[in-house]
């Protein structure tokens, strides 16, 4: 049974119902149009074309939207894990591109896993990534305030009718870091799969990173656990140390699962339950 999960960061909307509606009807949306491409495409096609959509939304904080770094630089950083080939693929701290998940892609095809920087930025545009300049308006004065912004990271996993599961993400990191901090979306602390299961995470991504979460949960399946209870697990670990995290997950049989630590108020997620799209919002 095909299946597909889609996130757009995690926090909190309390109060604010008009930005938690735009958010859902983005989400629906690109739920939507991107399950249609899983009738006949693939689980790597489906997950790049809902993080492109998710990419190109300023609601969210990836591609065109990401928050900036203390210099005033945006720098986006992807990841792409093939589950079935075992094939991680991340770029970190991209500049200047539109979709950061197609280079996580365009790497995916290389020897190397990993890149960085000026030299991953150079390496898009040397494959035909036009330059393109991310900022909005909205993120410019948020970071002129100093401000870190409300929304988070946007991630993909689905399952094909091959069996195959992809899991993606892509981040403009938490605003106002440090130039060059390193987010854990384009390692396998964010983003990780396997034959059996495949996860894409969102929040702080230093507690993220400390918890190793996407690949401890992946791990867990991959030696006999549930979904259920391999995120449950994950989350009481994090909970000892008040992180402020969420996920979402698929495996092998179509289950889906969506963690957050207590700490974290919402994951904002869309996925159809075999009877109506789920969100955050429902
Ligand atoms: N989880 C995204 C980040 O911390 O940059």
């Known amino acids: ?50 993080i492109r959509l998710l990419e190109d939304d300023p609601v969210f ?20 894990m093939d589950g079935n080939n075992n094939r991680f693929s991340g770029v970190i701290n991209v500049q200047n591109i539109r979709n950061p998940i197609e280079a996580a892609a365009l790497l995916s095809r290389e020897k190397h896993t990993i890149l960085s920087g000026e030299q991953a930025t150079a390496f898009c545009h040397k494959h035909g990534m036009p330059e393109y300049d991310p900022v909005t308006p909205e993120r410019f004065e948020e970071y002129e305030k100093r401000c870190a912004g409300k929304h988070g990271t946007v991630g993909a996993v689905a399952l094909d009718k091959e069996g195959c599961i992809f899991a993606g993400t892509s981040t403009g990191g938490i605003g106002c870091e440090i130039p060059g ?16 299961a495949g996860v894409s995470c969102t929040g702080i991504g230093e507690q993220i990173t400390q918890q190793a979460a996407a690949a401890k949960v992946v791990t867990r399946v991959d030696d006999g656990m549930t ?33 957050k630590t207590a700490a974290l108020n919402e994951v904002f997620y869309a996925f159809h339950d075999g009877e109506m799209i789920r969100t955050f919002f429902t």
Not at 62 to 80: E, I, N, P, W, Y
Request: overall charge negative; hydrophobic content about 40%.
């Open 1 to 50: 049974m095909e299946q597909l999960i889609i996130h757009g960061g995690a926090g909190s909307l309390e109060g604010k119902l008009a930005e938690a509606q735009k958010m859902h009807d983005s989400l629906c949306h690109i739920w939507e149009e991107s399950f249609v491409l899983l009738q006949k495409g693939s689980a790597e096609e489906v997950v790049r074309h809902a």
């Open 61 to 80: 904080n990836a591609g065109t939207g990401s928050k900036l770094q203390f210099d005033g630089q945006v720098r986006m950083s992807s990841a792409l």
């Open 181 to 196: 901090r390193v987010s854990d979306s384009p390692t396998v602390a964010g983003t990780y799969a396997s034959t059996k």
């Open 227 to 259: 979904l259920h209870d391999a995120v449950a697990r994950t989350m009481r670990e994090s909970n000892k140390f008040n992180y402020l995290y969420g996920l979402i997950s698929l495996d092998s049989a179509g289950q889906v699962e969506v963690g």
